[in-house]
């Protein structure tokens, strides 16, 4: 098993940042892919960002591309995703997620692609 919390939510307003975190405990060795997801109010959960084991491959969704930063630091199983310039659409509940998958053969932009999640941590930007 995998166990992931997450933390850095908050208030911000918009076009401020924040820096999301997401400790892994565990049967990390098992893990492949790291990824961020959201899930706003009335909404169905979707993909954010996601990194490779290696740090070498990321992904993001179009709607974060180019304010956000997901990285990683494996020798404390720490996953980071930093968010800018941030918008009130932004406001939802992260969630941490962790795949056994590599993300060269599946499409880690699927949740069910993902074994592993945390409780979420809430972002709200306001206008």
């Known amino acids: 098993q995998v166990q992931l919390v997450e933390s850095g939510g908050g208030l911000v307003q918009a076009g401020g940042s924040l820096r999301l975190s997401c400790a892994a405990s565990?049967?990390?060795?098992?893990?492949?892919?790291m990824g961020w997801f959201r899930q706003a109010p009335g909404k169905e959960r979707e993909f954010v960002a996601a990194?490779?084991?290696?740090?070498?491959?990321?992904y993001y969704a179009d709607s974060v591309k180019g304010r956000s930063t997901i990285s990683g630091d494996n020798t404390k199983n720490l996953v980071f995703l930093q968010m800018n310039t941030l918008k009130p659409e932004d406001t939802a509940l992260y969630y941490c997620?962790?795949?056994?998958?590599?993300?060269?053969?599946?499409?880690?932009?699927?949740?069910?692609?993902?074994?592993?999640w945390g409780q979420g941590t809430q972002v709200t930007v306001s206008s």
């Open positions: 997620a962790a795949s056994p998958l590599a993300s060269e053969y599946v499409n880690i932009l699927m949740a069910g692609n993902y074994d592993y």
């Open positions: 990194i490779s084991r290696n740090g070498h491959r990321t």
């Open positions: 565990g049967r990390t060795f098992s893990i492949y892919t």
